[in-house]
């Protein structure tokens, strides 16, 4: 296995895996994923740290037209923003949810997960990170 | 070294915009529209390329300035998706290459050839040049508009897709502000009427506040009558130095009187409401040394209906939270207190991406001048403003005043 976007995901050779982030020493802002510097306050001096893998729904959306031609995933579906505790936050798919049956609403909690997305030409998993409810 | 954050971006002691300051210290030279020029939008079939839209907007920007092409001293072309690399260095020398420079593309997402304008009053503002083209045109697939990048997890996961984007903001809004879709969904109803008298737009089609919200969903709570078409299209805007205008026309002249481009911030998304267009609009009236209760009429970047909600409010022309209202209101119809996208907008007119910042500051010059037809904002305007957004975090702000 590995990541699809090392600068957000390590996947650890136990097959676990970390979401990255930063820690700015200056404007003390904690932002999803690695950047050359901060982007918030452009520092220097920030510190690598890895997130908690439970955040909670700030914003969502049910898209019901697939994105693109090659599209192998359902439709509808759902995206959402995610935010850690510490503020940062990102945007990636809700998974595994009947629409039918759940009523979704801003603030509810979410477990990060990984999937693969695509394999490389050796046939080795690339993987992203997708949230989930919790069962 | 010691990183200060700060809400203005890059600052010299004094003032809040860079660019603002340095053009007080250079004493700038007014930039007037001289001519403007567009092929109309809509869906064409194939063997009509973006030379033959490009061509046609041009030819009737030249002409309505009153200029030969050899009057032109730089050439600016723009687009967006998938087109000739230099698309506009093949357009532009089907006129002639008299030796002037040539830009075959100035990209910037949806506010390119806006930017192409900023780039291009900055160029005759300093005295540079006197006469400068910008011509935007594109031919676009069908289908939504998603994330640029080809193989990216954003395309595995369907993140980057704009109605998305402006479905979180319109959840976003109705949230803080308490508006129902209705009221978003009503910017739509007013964008197709008026649109419906406008001969350039592609779809002279009316509906009505049902057909509009009972639409097929895109992204909730965004119907189908919300979103933006994907368009063909092209628009060309002659610029020139006012105090040389006069030479070439007779018409009234249309002085950018305020421009402005910021990007958004990391910090930015603290806020609902657009802070790229707050910090344009605050450059842009302070170069033009105006209020946002002196603009008459405006056109905005309505890609969904809660675009045109979001950016109004944005551009102060009502106050935070009620662009909602004011639109429900009336306020923003055509005989309104504020006019809002006399055009038909994005919405409406339709949103070939390359052109729509050049077509956007057409439609104000032509209400300016009163050549608007029928659905000319009444009153005899005297001051309009664009706005025109683009993925990525930019915001391009117009102030646009007649010359009496």
């Keep these: 296995m590995k990541s699809f976007k090392e600068s957000e995901l390590r996947i650890l050779p136990s097959g676990d895996f970390e979401l990255l982030g930063i820690r700015c020493k200056d404007c003390q802002e904690v932002v999803f994923g690695l950047h050359p510097l901060c982007p918030n306050c452009s520092s220097p001096e920030y510190e690598q740290i890895t997130l908690a893998k439970q955040g909670k729904i700030r914003n969502y959306t049910i898209l019901y037209v697939p994105p693109h031609g090659e599209w192998k995933g359902p439709v509808p579906y759902v995206i959402a923003e995610i935010e850690f505790p510490g503020g940062a936050s990102t945007t990636t798919q809700l998974v595994d949810i009947d629409l039918a049956d759940t009523r979704l609403e801003v603030g509810m909690p979410v477990e990060i997960e990984i999937r693969e997305a695509d394999k490389d030409e050796d046939g080795e998993s690339i993987m992203i990170y997708v949230a989930k409810l919790p069962s | ?404």
Aim: aromatic share 8%; charged share 20%; with cysteine.
């Design chain 2, 1 to 404: 070294m010691r990183y200060e954050a700060n809400n203005r971006g890059a600052q010299i002691p004094g003032s809040n915009f860079w660019g603002l300051e340095m053009a007080k210290k250079l004493k700038l030279r007014d930039v007037v529209v001289l001519g403007v020029g567009l092929h109309p939008f809509g869906r064409f079939p194939p063997e009509k390329t973006y030379m033959d839209l490009a061509k046609e907007a041009i030819s009737r920007a030249i002409e309505d300035a009153g200029i030969k092409w050899r009057d032109v001293q730089v050439a600016m072309y723009s687009h967006v998706r998938e087109q000739a690399s230099s698309a506009g260095l093949l357009v532009f020398q089907e006129f002639g290459s008299h030796g002037i420079p040539m830009i075959g593309n100035i990209e910037n997402a949806c506010s390119s050839s806006s930017t192409a304008v900023w780039l291009a009053t900055r160029l005759i503002g300093t005295g540079l040049y006197d006469i400068i083209l910008v011509a935007g045109a594109e031919k676009m697939p069908r289908g939504p508009l998603t994330s640029p990048l080809r193989y990216s997890p954003e395309r595995y996961l369907g993140t980057g897709v704009m109605m998305g984007l402006y479905a979180f903001m319109a959840r976003r809004y109705m949230r803080e502000y308490g508006a129902p879709i209705e009221a978003i969904a009503q910017v739509s109803v007013k964008n197709h009427r008026n649109g419906a008298i406008n001969p350039y737009a592609q779809y002279k089609k009316v509906f009505t506040l049902e057909e509009v919200l009972n639409s097929r969903m895109i992204a909730d709570p965004l119907t189908l009558y919300q979103c933006c078409p994907t368009s063909d299209g092209a628009a060309a805007l002659v610029l020139c130095a006012a105090d040389v205008a006069s030479k070439y026309t007779s018409k009234p002249l249309v002085r950018i009187a305020g421009s402005a481009l910021h990007i958004q911030k990391y910090s930015d998304r603290k806020k609902c409401i657009p802070q790229n267009t707050v910090r344009a609009a605050e450059e842009a009236y302070e170069q033009a040394g105006i209020s946002p209760k002196d603009v008459r009429l405006a056109e905005v970047h309505d890609a969904a209906t809660i675009g045109e909600i979001v950016q109004i409010e944005a551009l102060g022309l009502c106050p935070e939270g009620e662009g909602w209202k004011y639109t429900i209101e009336g306020k923003t119809e055509i005989n309104g207190v504020i006019p809002v996208n006399p055009s038909g907008g994005l919405q409406a007119q339709g949103h070939p991406l390359g052109a729509t910042g050049a077509r956007q500051i057409a439609e104000i010059t032509l209400h300016l001048r009163g050549e608007a037809g029928e659905r000319q904002v009444p009153g005899n305007p005297k001051v309009g403003v664009t706005e025109c957004a683009g993925f990525g975090g930019v915001s391009t702000v117009y102030v646009l005043v007649r010359q009496d």
